[in-house]
Each structure stands twice: as structure tokens, then as C-alpha cells.
């Protein structure tokens, strides 16, 4: 499957989807140091997507430019991690222009590119609840993205780190949550802690009456949690100071295994590892300061993405079907109609059959649906009862789907509601109506450049087979 990583960083979501099997076609940041780690180390065709310099950040405008050329490499899949500060807890919270870029990614995939048949895109979770990521999320789906939207702890994907990302999994035609039960059971049953992923000769042992085994390091807080850490946990999740030792200001917590000043922090390699890069990764000539642990700190932990990308491949495949929900077993017993005992029993093997003849598909359509299973390899020399059984049972399943949603925007719609004054629902319907008509309210700048990119697309189309 072909790949295109837009802000690649140093490289650890196409070192992952690399491992997992996936041809990374091209590769872009707007870090240029970064380019180099990621070209010394995977060999991909890396480009600065953005150009800064000090008076100007990277924005929205230097994505939708590229946008013709990503659409020429015919990616099947465009993956990426927009730029998090703004979201993130240890940063101001605020939507400024890195959240743009967030909007810039999906206008990239689903408005002015080849749209990809599969698309990923990692943030912080704070991210999934910010207005910059309901405007994305409605053109993903407005340009037929079914979205699986999940929060994954990277302890639990082989990474000894507790980092919780979330993850938009975007796939053309699908029914939204369509890989979540696949992402679950790739999720390991306990957390990998440091001395699980590197061993036991990393810090020092702590002092005092810990058991000899015992090691610690220190890590800076950026909340008021403990900074002396056992190896026998995740480390927490890495920040851009993590190689640093206590300050002034820390003051000795009550969990710290020992002094703060007799402890040290791990050294950057170790924490390179942690992150998920081998040990052999080469960092050229970039420094072992926070620039380099910038880096570090940035990058999608690689087997977190080796993880999600095997998940995508084995269902590309066919090799995989959605786990039947429990709660639509729930749902097929409800009512004086309700099925039980065998016949609940047949309706979920005859699901199962179903997933299994589509090749794990889970299609919005039903229509759409039923038309593939009909045309699925062996599907025609079934029984006329076996055929109608597995028809209804793809109609079962996409009417629970469709109630399910109905109630989630309903309860959405009562949440945004609620407690609103007139005036303020008149004004929120006005930017409702103007976000419809023109897809998102850009700057000038960014509306000439989307304009630009549109007549770009138009010439390209004919060598791409755009339609």
C-alpha cells in the first residue's frame, strides 16, 4: 500500500507503517534537520512541505500548495500528525495556526487530492473534542469517510511509554467504528513497562529498603505527579524535557522512590528507545539537547504506528471482520420480536458469514453493501434461504447502526443546545449556513491558495485519472 506521511517529523509513524508493510512514496515536514533523520534512516523522498522563517509560520496555504503534487503520487492511504500544541495538556490550549493545519490535512485529503482510499490522522485526545476537529471531521465525512475515532495507550501497543494518542481512521465508503474492535484486539493485556521493553539496567537503584532489583530514574513532572520513577512502569509520556533533572522548583512528592537530587534522569538514548526507535538510529549531527529531544518527543511512537498499521493492511486484505457488538445482540432481543436462543444464534453466524464474504467491509450503504455481497466469490452457489439469510442480516445490523447514530446526534445536538439564549442559537445557525456554503471561513491567503490548488488539480486530473 502506498503512503504518503505528511508531517513526518524524525520519522517514527513511516518507521512503523514501514515495519508493518506499507511503501512510504514521500515524506513531508517543515523541519528540515527532521528531513534529514528521516531520510538518513528509512531512505524515503522527504520534502519541506512549509515554508518558515522567522516571521512567518508554517499555515494552511503551504499545505493546500502541495496538494496537487501528493495527488500525482497516487497514495492509497496519507497519513499524518498535525502539529499538537495547541491541544495539548502541556501546552496553552488555545486553537491558533498549528490547530489550522489539523483543518489544512483533512481539506488536503478530502477536497483537493485524489482522495486516498484510507487516510490516518494522530493527535493528542484533547484534540477529538475541539471545534478545529469537528470542522475537519465533517469533511472527511461529507467526502464519504467512514471514521473509526479511538484514543490508543501506547503501553499496550509495545511502546513502555504511557502516551495516549488519538486516532481519526478514515476509509472511503465504510460504516463509521469499523476497525475498532480490530485496534482492541491488537491492544496487549497489561501495560509494557521500561524494564519490559530495555531490560534491567536502566537507572539506578533508589536507596533506602527498595529490594535490590529495584531501579528508578527521574523524569520532570508537568503536573504535580511524582518525577522519581520505577523502571517497573511505563515512563510517562516523554516531553521535550525529559532528559532534563529536577529544578528548583521541584519539590520531593511523596510517591518518589528517592531524593530527586540523587536520582538522574535517563539519557537520551534510552529515551530514543522508549519512544520506540532502535538503537542504531542515527540522529546525524543534531545534538543532544532539546532539540533532539524535540524530535524525539514529537514523533508517533513506531510500533504504536506498526500496530495501527497492521490492523489496516490485515483488513485491506480481507483478513479481518469487525467483532459483533454486544450491544447489537442487545438490541436483535429487544421487543416482543426479539430473537432468542438459536435464532439470536443464527443471526450472528450469519453476520459473521456475511463480514467474511465482504472480506471484512462494512459498508454505509446498504445497498451498496448488499450489491458487493452479491457479486463476493461463492456467494452465488449458496443456498436461495442461505442468501436471503445473510441479506438480512447485513439489513439488521445497518438498522441498529443507523438508530445508534441517531441517538449519539441527537444527544449531541441536546449538549450543544443546551442552556443556549436565542439570540445565540440565531447566530450559530448563520455560521452554520456560511461554513456549508463555503466548506470552512478561510483567511485571503488561504482562499487564494485553495482557489490555485483547484485549478492545479484540474490539470493534473487527466494524468492521475481523477474524476
Not at 513511516?14 to 515524506?27: N, P, T, Y
Not at 530514543?272 to 543534531?286: E, H, K, M, T, V
Amino acid at each position: 500500500m502506498r503512503a504518503v506521511d505528511l508531517f513526518c517529523g524524525a520519522g517514527g509513524m513511516s518507521l512503523g507503517l514501514k515495519r508493518a508493510g506499507f511503501d512510504i512514496v514521500r515524506a513531508y515536514d517543515a523541519n528540515d534537520e527532521a528531513l534529514r533523520v528521516h531520510r538518513a534512516n528509512l531512505g524515503t523522498s522527504v520534502e519541506r512541505v512549509f515554508r518558515v522563517d522567522r516571521h512567518r509560520k508554517a499555515d494552511l496555504a503551504n499545505l493546500l500548495e502541495m496538494a496537487p503534487t501528493i495527488a500525482q503520487l497516487q497514495p492509497d492511504i496519507i497519513v499524518g500528525g498535525p502539529p499538537c500544541q495547541d491541544f495539548s495538556s502541556a501546552g496553552k490550549r488555545t486553537e491558533g495556526r498549528n490547530a489550522s493545519l489539523t483543518l489544512g490535512f483533512a481539506i488536503a485529503i478530502a477536497i483537493v487530492t485524489a482522495r486516498p482510499t484510507w487516510f490516518v490522522m494522530e493527535n493528542v485526545p484533547r484534540a477529538r473534542k475541539t471545534q478545529t476537529y469537528s470542522r475537519a471531521r465533517a469533511l472527511f465525512v461529507k467526502a464519504g469517510y467512514g471514521l473509526t475515532e479511538v484514543v490508543l495507550d501506547g503501553s499496550r501497543y509495545g511502546t513502555p511509554q504511557m502516551r495516549k494518542r488519538f486516532f481519526s481512521i478514515g476509509r472511503l465508503g465504510e460504516a463509521d467504528g469499523f476497525l475498532e474492535s480490530a485496534l482492541a484486539d491488537a491492544a496487549a493485556p497489561r501495560r509494557m513497562s521500561v524494564r519490559d521493553a530495555l531490560g534491567d539496567d536502566v537507572g539506578i537503584h533508589p536507596g533506602g529498603n527498595h529490594p535490590l532489583e529495584a531501579r528508578a530514574f527521574f523524569m520532570r513532572p508537568y503536573t504535580g505527579h511524582s518525577g522519581v520513577r520505577s523502571i517497573d512502569l511505563p515512563c510517562p509520556t516523554l516531553l521535550r524535557s525529559a532528559h532534563e533533572g529536577p529544578q528548583n522548583w521541584y519539590k520531593d512528592h511523596e510517591r518518589d522512590m528517592g531524593p530527586s537530587a540523587d536520582i538522574p534522569p535517563l539519557p537520551m538514548d534510552v529515551l530514543s528507545r522508549i519512544q520506540g526507535f532502535p538503537a542504531d538510529w542515527n540522529w546525524l549531527d543534531i545534538p543532544a539537547s532539546r532539540k533532539r529531544m524535540l524530535m524525539i518527543a514529537n514523533a508517533v511512537p513506531p510500533s504504536l504506528a506498526e500496530a495501527v498499521g497492521r490492523a489496516i493492511l490485515a483488513r485491506a486484505r480481507g483478513e479481518t471482520i469487525p467483532t459483533t457488538e454486544k450491544a447489537f445482540d442487545k438490541w436483535l432481543q429487544k421487543g416482543r420480536k426479539g430473537l432468542k436462543d438459536q435464532a439470536l444464534r443464527n443471526r450472528r453466524l450469519n453476520l459473521k458469514k456475511a463480514r467474511r464474504l465482504l472480506c471484512g467491509r462494512v459498508l454505509a450503504d446498504i445497498d451498496a453493501e448488499i450489491a458487493l455481497l452479491e457479486k463476493a466469490e461463492g456467494f452465488a452457489e449458496l443456498s436461495v434461504r442461505s442468501r436471503s439469510e445473510l441479506r438480512g442480516a447485513l439489513r439488521s445490523h445497518a438498522k441498529w447502526r443507523t438508530e445508534v447514530a441517531a441517538v449519539k446526534a441527537l444527544k449531541a445536538e441536546r449538549k450543544q443546545y443546551d442552556g443556549m439564549t436565542k439570540a445565540e442559537f440565531n447566530a450559530g445557525a448563520r455560521e452554520d449556513e456560511a461554513r456549508e456554503a463555503d466548506h470552512v471561513p478561510f483567511n485571503p491567503r488561504v482562499a487564494a491558495s485553495l482557489q490555485a490548488t483547484r485549478q492545479n488539480m484540474r490539470e493534473v486530473s487527466s494524468t492521475v485519472g481523477v474524476s
